[in-house]
């Protein structure tokens, strides 16, 4: 098992340049970092090339985390949106490749956070979604390129709510590429069970998100830590764990993660920092790894 933290834990903004946080993380003592690729097409070849150097000479893997707009929506009804996305993928991967990424998450198969202002059509963007996933499936294939299918809470996607969901649409899809991703944030509002939602998952779990259930990092809210790390083990799961937290306000990740009231009690960079040092020590205990 690797353990990551997504850089968005000091950001605000998704565009926000990830180089500088491979040191940054490394230092913490941190395996992974995860990395937003909603702009990685505006990266230079010569700039992802550093990166990579960074992480190789930091001892450090990259992941990556997306969700899709609207505009890229591989499951939407329009057509002409899905060919979009579909490009947008590839190239996406194209350059997520460029950094020895091997795992991307998220809402790939939608669109993410879901506007819920019109009615929406489950059952048309899951089928839908399935054929997307499955027409950018060999292609990340060919790129070494995991895409793991994240199941998010009913508040900010309605494709996939539950594990259960998630075994069933990658069953669907059918690529030995193509793997649930479950977050415990999520987990915590609509599973009736963490031990059970894993234990669905067993051997198509892809990747995990970590983040207590008002998303602070893992240690500091009230999930059940000891039964997720329990069940981890009994289905063997050997790859990334990644904390998620989300604790500052403004910006598009403030707005898009609904974070209205400062989580931090007013830290600065270098409490956050003790704070997310203290969380992985306390998560390779008891997660292991
Ligand atoms: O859990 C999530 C959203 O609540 C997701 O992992 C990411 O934040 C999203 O895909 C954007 O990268
Ligand atoms: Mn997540």
């Known amino acids: ?6 850089y968005s834990y000091w950001e605000h903004e998704w565009s926000a340049k990830f180089g500088p946080y491979v040191e940054k993380v490394a230092k913490l003592g941190f395996d992974i970092i995860e990395v937003a690729a909603h702009h990685i097409n505006t990266y230079s070849d010569a700039e992802l090339r550093d990166i990579r150097q960074a992480a190789r000479d930091n001892n450090i893997i990259l992941t990556a985390g997306i969700g899709p707009t609207k505009e890229k929506n591989l499951s939407s009804p329009d057509a002409d949106v899905r060919k979009a996305g579909k490009a947008f993928f590839e190239q996406t991967l194209t350059n997520v490749a460029k950094l020895d990424i091997r795992s ?22 899951r089928a839908r979604g399935v054929e997307g996933i499955h027409g950018i499936a060999d292609f990340a294939n060919n790129l070494g390129i995991n895409l793991c299918i994240e199941v998010l809470n009913r508040f900010e996607n309605h494709v996939l709510n539950t594990a ?11 690529k030995p590429n193509v793997k649930v991703m479950l977050d415990t944030f999520h ?21 995990f998100h970590t983040g207590e259930n008002n998303r602070r990092v893992p240690g500091k809210g009230n999930l059940p ?37 400062d989580l931090t009690n007013g830290a600065n960079e270098a409490q956050m920092d003790e704070d997310a040092r203290n969380s992985l020590a ?3 205990f008891v997660l292991g790894g």
């Not at 998450?105 to 956070?113: C, K």
């Not at 981890?232 to 609904?258: C, Q």
Request: hydrophobic fraction near 40%; charge should be negative.
């Open 225 to 261: 830590w000891h039964e997720i790390g329990a069940a981890l083990r009994e289905i063997n799961y050997t790859g990334a764990v990644v904390m998620e937290p989300f604790v500052k306000t403004g910006g598009t990740i403030g707005s898009d993660i609904r974070v209205w009231r």
């Open 104 to 125: 991307i998450g998220g809402a790939l198969h939608s669109y993410w956070p879901v506007d819920y202002s019109k009615p929406v059509d489950k059952v048309g963007d």
């Open 187 to 207: 987990m915590n509002i609509e599973e009736d069970s963490f031990g059970d939602a894993i234990r669905t998952a067993g051997p198509l779990l892809g990747h």
């Open 282 to 284: 306390f998560s390779r």
């Open 1 to 6: 098992m690797k353990h990551g933290i997504y």
């Open 164 to 174: 259960a969901e998630g075994v069933a649409f990658v069953t669907d899809v059918g």
